[in-house]
């Protein structure tokens, strides 16, 4: 997170709009709001459903054991430091980022 936050201001003291793509829970979402506070932060939770995170699971390599999906889907479920949430269950990448573009917070 640290690094992910040095990285960031970097980028944006060069003048490119920054992503950080990151698993939060509300702890760590606090962390990056104080390390980026006076910068535009903007959390967007993607979270398909519990069907199609199933679905995607099967179709990729296995780096988690079904019940630690389950238990990760759950906390993702609870997470409440979010500005925005998409349901990106029948989005493909392109579309969910061309949908995050037209809301992203420009100055």
């Known amino acids: 997170m640290t690094n992910a936050c040095l990285l960031a201001e970097r980028f944006v003291q060069e003048g490119f709009e920054t992503v950080i793509c990151d698993v939060l829970s509300d702890q760590t979402a606090a962390l990056y709001r104080r390390a980026l506070a006076g910068r535009r932060l903007w959390i967007v939770l993607l979270l398909p459903s519990?069907?199609?995170?199933?679905r995607r699971?099967?179709?990729?390599?296995?780096?988690?054991?079904?019940?630690?999906?389950?238990?990760?889907?759950?906390?993702?479920?609870?997470?409440?430091?979010?500005?925005?949430?998409?349901?990106?269950?029948?989005?493909?990448?392109?579309?969910?980022?061309?949908?995050?573009?037209?809301?992203?917070?420009?100055?």
Request: hydrophobic residues 40%.
């Open 57 to 107: 699971t099967h179709t990729r390599p296995l780096w988690l054991t079904p019940e630690q999906v389950r238990l990760l889907y759950e906390q993702q479920q609870r997470l409440s430091a979010h500005d925005t949430a998409l349901d990106n269950s029948s989005l493909s990448a392109q579309a969910a980022a061309a949908w995050l573009d037209t809301r992203w917070p420009r100055s």
């Open 50 to 54: 519990w069907p199609e995170v199933q």
